[in-house]
């Protein structure tokens, strides 16, 4: 069975730091950009950041520049998202998910993106 398996949430205090894990099994992120994503309550899920495949480039919005870093290691068929700096707007259901290309992870309409994940909960409270 092909999936993706997020990993890593949890409670954090403003300014903390967590890292998540998207691991996959039943095939190889080699070839597979990877996206993730968040939906807090009551909002639509959005982009957060993404990695590409072909040459490793990576991808932010606006909102985590600076304070989240993807990165990938294809020997462990693993996507990390190491975020730094989080706010309590950070506070959100984080999914992971792939594709061919990063090109379209921030059209909230694109549906391009595979293999979704059930999510993790990242809580960000004092």
């Known amino acids: 069975q092909m999936q993706l398996v997020e990993s890593g949430g949890g409670l954090v205090q403003p300014g903390g730091s967590l890292r998540l894990s998207c691991a996959a099994s039943?095939?190889?992120?080699?070839?597979?950009?990877i996206g993730w994503f968040r939906q807090a309550p009551g909002k639509e899920r959005e982009g957060v950041s993404c990695i590409s495949s072909s040459d490793g480039s990576t991808h932010y919005a606006e909102s985590v520049k600076g304070r989240f870093t993807i990165s990938r290691d294809n020997a462990k068929n693993t996507v990390y998202l190491q975020m730094n700096s989080l706010k309590p707007a950070d506070t959100a259901v984080y999914y992971c998910a792939a594709d061919w290309t990063c090109g379209s992870y921030l059209d909230p309409y694109y549906q391009g993106f595979d293999y979704w994940g059930k999510g993790t909960l990242v809580t960000v409270s004092s």
């Open positions: 039943g095939f190889t992120l080699d070839y597979r950009a």
